[in-house]
C-alpha cells in the first residue's frame, strides 16, 4: 500500500500531480501548472513563481534575460536546456564560413617551442609507450602452442641480427597481410600477427633449410658441383640493344621472346629508382621496350617476393582473371628458392597468391653477394671513392673485383670485392647457392669470355624458354665449366663457415625456431618479452 492509498498527501518524487479536471502538474503544491510555452511553474494564488522561476505570462528568471531572449540557465519541460545559438522564433543568426586554404599544410607549430606530436603534462611513473609483446599474457591466461611462431621471432633472429637478404618471401607468404617493407627496405608488421609461424617457415635465414629446396626442385644430383643442368651455353645477343644490357643481354632476350610468343603476361624484373640513382626497385615489364629500357644488374635486393601483389599492376596486366596470368620472375637464387618453397604447398597466401602461384618461369643471376644500397653506392663509392651515382654507367662484379665504368664504358674502379664486405648484406654470407639451384635457367657471366653470359638450362620449362630464344641468340657450348663449379665451391665453402646451423640437404625443409635458437643463441619466446 502506497502512502497515498494510506491518506497521506506525500506526492510521489518526480510523478505529477492529477487535478480534479485531470489535468496534470509538476509535483509539489496543487494549484502550480506548468506553461506549454515556456516550461515554467506559475503560483496561481499570488502570480509569483511558485518555485522562483517565473511569473504568469512575464517571465522574469533566468531562464530568460531581459529582452525575452532564452537565459542560460533554465530548464525546459524535457529535461535539457534552451538552445543557445538560436533567438526566440527558433532562427538562425548571421553565419560566417571561413573556407580553408588551399595547397596550404596546416601549422602545427607549437608556441612553446615543443614538437606537435610530444606528449605534455604526463604523470610521473605513467606508462605512455606502446604496450609490449608480454600485453598478450597480461590481458590472458591462454597459453601459447609450443609450435606458434611469430613475426617476433623472425624480427628478432634475422632481421635484427642484419641476417635478412630482402628477398620478401615472408611478405608473400603471410596470410593476414600483416607484413609490409619498410622506408628501409626491410619487412616490418603493419598490423597484428597471427603467429601462424609462415614467415618463420619460408625465411631462406630462418625456418627454410634451402638446400633441402635444391634437392625438392631439382633432384638428388642437384646439390654438388654446378648442379645437373640439361644444357649450358655461352651465348649473347647480336640487336643493337645489348650495349645496355649486362654481358650478353641472355635475359632480356629470354623475357622478350617469352612476351612475343605470348607464353607470359609479364615479368618482374628491377628498374632503377626515380629518386635515388642506381637504387634497384621492383618492376612488372609487359612490353619488350620495358624489358629492353631496364637491361642490366643492379647490386641491392627489390624485396621482389613482396612486390608479387598483382593488385599494384593492375594498370599494366591483360584485362583476364589474375588466376590465369603467367608471368616470369628475375631474381637472385634466395628469392628463386623462396618462391619455389611457396609453391610447393596448396593455400591462399592473400593478395600476393595469384602473383605466386602465376610465376611459371624463373630465371636466376648468378650471385655471390648483394649489397645494402646506402653502404655500398654513398658509402664505398662515393664517400671513400669520389665517384657519384650520377657518373656510373655500369657496375659489374667479375673474377673476384668490382668493377665501376661511366656512361662511356671507360673504366672508373676495379678493386677487390673484399674491400667492400661491410657494405655486403650479412645474410649472403650465409649463402651456398651461387648458380641458383631451384632456377629455370641461370645466367651470369662466369665460365664466359667478354661479352657473352653463361646460361644453364635446369628443367624442362627453362629449356622451353631458351628455344624461344635460341635463334636470336649467337651461342655455343659453355666455353668454362670448371670456372663456375670452382666459384660455386668457394661460395660453399663461405657460407659452410658462417652457418651457424649444420648444412644437411637430407634434413627437414623446415627447421624449429627452437632448434635455430639452439644453433643461433638468439632469444627464445621474444614475443613474451617487451619489446
Not at 502550480?32 to 518555485?51: I, K, P, V
Not at 528568471?61 to 532564452?70: K, L, Q, V, Y
Request: charged share 30%; glycine share 12%; proline share 5%.
Amino acid at each position: 500500500m502506497t502512502e497515498r492509498e494510506n491518506g497521506s498527501d506525500r506526492p510521489l518524487p518526480g510523478v505529477p500531480d492529477v487535478s480534479d479536471d485531470g489535468t496534470s502538474g509538476p509535483p509539489g503544491n496543487g494549484n502550480d501548472h506548468t506553461s506549454r510555452q515556456t516550461g515554467h511553474t506559475t503560483n496561481e494564488a499570488d502570480g509569483t513563481d511558485g518555485d522562483e522561476r517565473c511569473t504568469d505570462g512575464q517571465c522574469t528568471c533566468s531562464a530568460r534575460g531581459s529582452d525575452g531572449t532564452a537565459g542560460d540557465q533554465g530548464a525546459i519541460a524535457d529535461g535539457g536546456a534552451p538552445a543557445a545559438n538560436v533567438d526566440e522564433n527558433g532562427s538562425l543568426g548571421d553565419i560566417e564560413f571561413t573556407r580553408p586554404a588551399d595547397g596550404v599544410s596546416q601549422d602545427v607549430e607549437r608556441g612553446d617551442g615543443k614538437s606537435p606530436d610530444e606528449r605534455v603534462n604526463v604523470p610521473d611513473g605513467a606508462a605512455v609507450d606502446t604496450p609490449g609483446y608480454s600485453i598478450r599474457s597480461e590481458m590472458n591466461d591462454i597459453e601459447t602452442p609450443d609450435d606458434k611462431t611469430w613475426f617476433m621471432e623472425l624480427d628478432t633472429a634475422v632481421i635484427d641480427e642484419g641476417r635478412c637478404i630482402q628477398c620478401g618471401t615472408c611478405v608473400a607468404a603471410c596470410p593476414s597481410d600483416s607484413i609490409g617493407i619498410g622506408d628501409d627496405g626491410l619487412p616490418e608488421l603493419v598490423k597484428m600477427c597471427t603467429g601462424c609461424s609462415l614467415c618463420w617457415d619460408f625465411c631462406p635465414r630462418g625456418g627454410l633449410r634451402y638446400e633441402r629446396q635444391w634437392k625438392i626442385t631439382g633432384g638428388e644430383d642437384n646439390v654438388s658441383g654446378a648442379g645437373d643442368p640439361i644444357t649450358e651455353f655461352s651465348a649473347r645477343v647480336e640487336a643493337n640493344w645489348r650495349e645496355g644490357a649486362q654481358d650478353g643481354g641472355v635475359v632480356s632476350s629470354l623475357l622478350i621472346h617469352l612476351l612475343e610468343a605470348g607464353e607470359i603476361d609479364g615479368a618482374l624484373i628491377a628498374t632503377e629508382s626515380d629518386e635515388e640513382a642506381w637504387k634497384a626497385e621492383s618492376f612488372l615489364a609487359t612490353t619488350p621496350e620495358e624489358v629492353i629500357d631496364n637491361a642490366g644488374s643492379f647490386y641491392n635486393q627489390t624485396m621482389a617476393l613482396g612486390n608479387l601483389d598483382l593488385d599494384q599492376w593492375e594498370h599494366k596486366l591483360p584485362d583476364k582473371d589474375h588466376e590465369d596470368l603467367s608471368l616470369a620472375l628475375v631474381g637472385t637464387p634466395c628469392e628463386i628458392e623462396g618462391v619455389r618453397a611457396l609453391q610447393d604447398f596448396e593455400w591462399d597466401y592473400q593478395s600476393q597468391n595469384a602473383g605466386v602461384r602465376g610465376v611459371e618461369y624463373t630465371i636466376a643471376l648468378m650471385c655471390t653477394k648483394n649489397f645494402n644500397y646506402q653502404k655500398l653506392i654513398g658509402e664505398q663509392l662515393e664517400a671513400k671513392r669520389d665517384i657519384s651515382p650520377g657518373e656510373i654507367g655500369k657496375l659489374d662484379v667479375l673474377d673476384g673485383n668490382m668493377y665501376v665504368y661511366d656512361e662511356d664504358g671507360e673504366q672508373l674502379l676495379a678493386e677487390d670485392i673484399e674491400n667492400f664486405h661491410g657494405a655486403a648484406l650479412k645474410g649472403c654470407d650465409e649463402c651456398a647457392d651461387f648458380t641458383g639451384y631451384a632456377a629455370d635457367v641461370t645466367v651470369g657471366s662466369v665460365g664466359s669470355s667478354d661479352e657473352y653470359s653463361s646460361v644453364i638450362v635446369r628443367t624442362e620449362q627453362g629449356l622451353d624458354a631458351w628455344q624461344h630464344a635460341a635463334p636470336d641468340l649467337d651461342y655455343h657450348d659453355l666455353e668454362d665449366r670448371s670456372a663456375i663449379g670452382g666459384l660455386q665451391s668457394w661460395d660453399k665453402k663461405k657460407a659452410f663457415e658462417a652457418l651457424e646451423r649444420p648444412f644437411d640437404p637430407d634434413a627437414p625443409r623446415f627447421i624449429d625456431y627452437t632448434d635455430h635458437v639452439e644453433n643461433y643463441g638468439t632469444e627464445l619466446n621474444p614475443h613474451e618479452a617487451d619489446h
